[in-house]
């Protein structure tokens, strides 16, 4: 049973509750689901557990069209044939077109490192199923090889969801899980001050009262995140900009409205 614990860093500010469910995640060796409304900071969670605990980070994108398989490992039999045909790769080693994906590279390792597999409820709904006996295991079978691939430490498995899709119960069993609530504007404020320590306090509370305007406006397809607020901020800082530069006008809109949609609406609303 391991005995680390993160207490979150010096750039990410974390709450009580997700201190506490990151460190059950760690002692019962389980999987962490992460879920929130992006740029709520699930991703960067994980490069803050492996920079604090001193483990690699080793980070699984999931895409639409991602697989299951493909984050266990793959086979270049295409390269191998080419290989057969016209010389260069010794062909009759199989090991040799073999390549671990993300989760075979954090069995494989040495070291316990932090597994992120990053917004997956964008893959296809059986692909959490897919993983279940992987997970749970903490390992996979190759049949190229004959061989079974088991993870040497249990790695840290951080998984990230924006809720797009429900997933499956018999996959959330094998998790636990976290919420990661929006920020309110006093939390928002010690984030600002954790990334941007000397910045003028009237330019951070006038950008913080204007951001939270704007999370309020009716009709918004995509509110403005944390992330956008804090690239707002740099941009600000950077331009020389004053706390009434934000109260009489806003300055660099599209660093936090994304949409035409959303932009028309804000105009409307300034009128």
């Known amino acids: 049973m391991s005995t680390e614990r993160f207490e979150g860093s010096e750039n990410y500010i974390a709450d009580e509750q997700l201190l506490s469910d990151v460190n059950a995640a760690i002692i019962l060796q389980k999987p962490l689901l992460v879920r929130g409304e992006p740029?709520?900071?699930?991703?960067?969670?994980?490069?803050?557990?492996?920079?604090?605990?001193?483990?690699?980070?080793?980070?699984?994108?999931?895409?639409?069209?991602?697989?299951?398989?493909?984050?266990?490992?793959?086979?270049?039999?295409?390269?191998?044939?080419?290989?057969?045909?016209?010389?260069?790769?010794?062909?009759?080693?199989?090991?040799?077109?073999?390549?671990?994906?993300?989760?075979?590279?954090?069995?494989?390792?040495?070291?316990?490192?932090?597994?992120?597999?990053?917004?997956?409820?964008?893959?296809?709904?059986?692909?959490?199923?897919?993983?279940?006996?992987?997970?749970?295991?903490?390992?996979?079978?190759?049949?190229?090889?004959?061989?079974?691939?088991?993870?040497?430490?249990?790695?840290?498995?951080?998984?990230?969801?924006?809720?797009?899709?429900?997933?499956?119960d018999a996959f959330l069993r094998r998790c636990l899980f976290?919420?990661?609530?929006?920020?309110?504007?006093?939390?928002?404020?010690?984030?600002?001050?954790?990334?941007?320590?000397?910045?003028?306090?009237e330019l951070v509370e006038a950008s913080i009262l204007r951001f939270y305007g704007l999370r309020d406006v009716h009709g918004l397809r995509k509110k403005p995140s944390t992330s956008e607020l804090l690239d707002w901020l740099m941009v600000l800082a950077r331009s020389g900009a004053k706390a009434e530069d934000i109260a009489n006008r806003m300055p660099f809109m599209g660093t936090l409205i994304k949409r035409e949609s959303d932009l028309s609406i804000v105009k409307k609303r300034r009128r």
């Open 39 to 168: 740029g709520t900071g699930k991703t960067m969670l994980a490069h803050a557990i492996s920079q604090t605990l001193g483990k690699e980070l080793i980070t699984w994108h999931v895409k639409s069209t991602t697989q299951a398989k493909e984050g266990l490992y793959t086979y270049d039999v295409v390269q191998r044939l080419n290989d057969s045909r016209f010389g260069g790769g010794d062909v009759s080693s199989i090991r040799s077109y073999i390549k671990m994906g993300p989760l075979g590279q954090a069995f494989s390792s040495n070291e316990q490192v932090v597994l992120l597999i990053d917004e997956i409820d964008k893959a296809d709904v059986e692909f959490p199923n897919d993983l279940l006996r992987e997970l749970d295991e903490m390992a996979f079978f190759i049949p190229e090889l004959d061989e079974t691939v088991k993870a040497k430490k249990r790695p840290i498995v951080l998984i990230t969801s924006n809720a797009e899709k429900e997933l499956p």
């Open 178 to 201: 976290h919420y990661i609530e929006f920020p309110n504007p006093e939390r928002m404020k010690t984030i600002i001050d954790s990334h941007f320590p000397n910045l003028d306090i």
